[in-house]
């Protein structure tokens, strides 16, 4: 292996346990298509599309040559009242992939930016509809949506929230909808649990209705384990929030793109919310590009509703529309069309949900679920020491050349789109081979 010509101390890392990683660091080096390239030159099979996002495979050459281009003709140009030919296209791009009706696209760079986005959209507009004190906002427990005050806010995970304050002061939570007695070793959408979408009517009567702005869920909760909503479960919810006037949101950070089967889950669910967060696959994760895409009213109401010439949303980024990032994605996108990928991923679904669930009954797996090209096996902690044992699996994994995520004791695999069959037997059979050989710890 070549020295290490960097120090590793300097840089703080994000969702790290640092000291450990830095007395034994993973560092990749390159990638391309299905593998990554470790340090020691070792090929890595990527399990887990990078964190969720490289869909279309690594540094493949269409994207990669529209960034150089791109890089090389307008490095950046200053959005706010400013435009560049890319944000337009792009934007174009995404909402021709979004369900009918949410034909306007609001652009940020990551995740967590698109989430607080969204949320703020959501006062924006009932503000401007004159409801102003609708300013409620509903998550959902195990939810992640990112890191920013409002993601926390109306996320879901403990861990994430303990440290920061009070958080945003108006907002509560949906029970999260995995029951390890009833909706274990589901495929696909689990049968029960359905009724679980009715503790928002509950939560809607406490704050009463004319309070609430928005509801907020992950079609599938993907940070936390893979957890896949129960048949009829968002029917309810839309239902809920059109009985009483509050805005749906979907965050489809991880499960837009071709993750569920098609462009975004809202399509292969059939449930339409009024606005989608996307982020990671609209480029592939070759640049960061975020964003909301949002129903023409909540649009309307917000910039139409204002005097001419002002401001309408005083929100935005630097780089919101960064031209590199816009011209990722309109070659992600185009790539995503001519190869067919979200069809690909539909089609591969089943043989994914095959071998996954053949992990059934290798030793400490609890439970099994899946959905699209997404599956989270869960493993029986060790004894006072939650997460102990993915985390062992999840080195093991890699040694033997695989990647995977570890959410506490779950494993998550989450392919890029063009993974074969013969790699997604390599992929669970290694697997297999790395909790076969933990047996007795
Ligand atoms: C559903 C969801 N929302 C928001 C985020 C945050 O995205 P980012 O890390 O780009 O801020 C993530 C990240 O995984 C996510 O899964």
């Known amino acids: 292996m070549p020295p290490r010509d960097y120090p590793l101390d300097p840089f703080w890392m994000p969702f790290t346990a640092n000291r450990q990683f830095k007395a034994a660091p993973r560092i990749l080096v390159s990638a391309k298509d299905m593998h990554y390239i470790a340090e020691d030159g070792r090929r890595i099979l990527d399990g887990t599309a990078g964190l969720w996002c490289v869909n279309a495979g690594h540094c493949r050459p269409r994207i990669v040559e529209a960034i150089q281009r791109q890089a ?10 400013m ?19 949410l034909d306007r696209v609001f652009f940020a760079n990551s995740g967590s930016e698109a989430v607080d986005t969204a949320l703020k959209i959501a006062l924006a507009c009932h503000r401007a509809r004159g409801d102003g004190h609708r300013n409620v906002l509903i998550g959902r427990e195990r939810g992640y949506h990112g890191v920013g005050f409002g993601g926390i806010s109306v996320g879901g995970i403990p861990a994430n929230r303990k440290a920061y304050g009070s958080l945003l002061p108006r907002v509560d939570h949906l029970p999260h909808t995995h029951d390890p007695e009833r909706n274990a070793w589901s495929r696909g959408q689990p049968a ?25 869920v992950e079609p599938v ?8 909503p129960p048949r009829g479960y968002l029917e309810k919810l839309r239902a809920i929030c059109d009985r009483h006037g509050l805005l749906l949101i979907f965050d489809e950070v991880i499960t837009g793109f071709g993750r569920s089967g098609a462009a975004f889950a809202a399509q292969t669910f059939g449930v339409t919310p009024d606005m989608i967060t996307f982020a990671k696959g609209v480029t592939s ?6 964003g909301v895409v949002v129903r023409r009213g909540i649009y309307e109401a917000v910039v139409d509703g204002a005097a001419e010439g002002v401001v309408e949303f005083a929100h935005g980024y630097t ?12 070659a992600t996108l185009a790539l995503y069309h001519e190869e067919r990928l979200f069809d690909r991923a539909r089609e591969l679904a089943p043989a994914f949900e095959e071998a996954v669930h053949g ?42 050349g695989i990647m995977t995520r570890v959410a ?5 695999l989450s392919p890029p789109l063009i993974i074969s069959k013969q790699q997604i037997d390599e992929l669970v059979g290694t697997l297999g081979s790395v909790l076969r050989e933990s047996r007795g710890n």
């Not at 030919?85 to 791009?93: I, N, S, V, Y």
């Not at 979408?197 to 009463?208: G, K, S």
């Not at 780089?319 to 309109?330: K, N, R």
Request: hydrophobic letters at 45%; proline letters at 8%; glycine letters at 12%.
């Open 192 to 216: 029960w649990g359905a009724h679980l979408a009715d503790e928002l009517e509950r939560i809607v009567a406490l704050h009463d209705p004319s309070n609430i702005a928005a509801v907020i």
């Open 408 to 412: 506490g004791d779950i494993i998550a």
């Open 221 to 228: 909760a993907c940070s936390t384990g893979v957890l896949v």
């Open 319 to 330: 780089y919101s529309g960064h031209p590199l990032a816009t011209a990722a994605a309109e």
């Open 72 to 81: 090389a003709t307008l490095d950046y140009s200053p959005l706010f009242q």
């Open 83 to 101: 435009g560049h030919p890319g944000e337009f296209r792009a934007a174009a791009l995404v909402t021709g992939l979004a369900p009918e009706g």
């Open 359 to 400: 992990l059934k009954g290798a030793p400490h797996v609890i439970d099994i679920r899946n959905f699209g090209l997404m599956a989270g096996i869960e493993l029986e902690p060790l004894p006072g020491k939650p997460g102990a044992r993915g985390y062992r699996v999840f080195l093991k994994c890699f040694e033997k």
């Open 285 to 290: 994760g070759t640049v960061p590009l975020a």
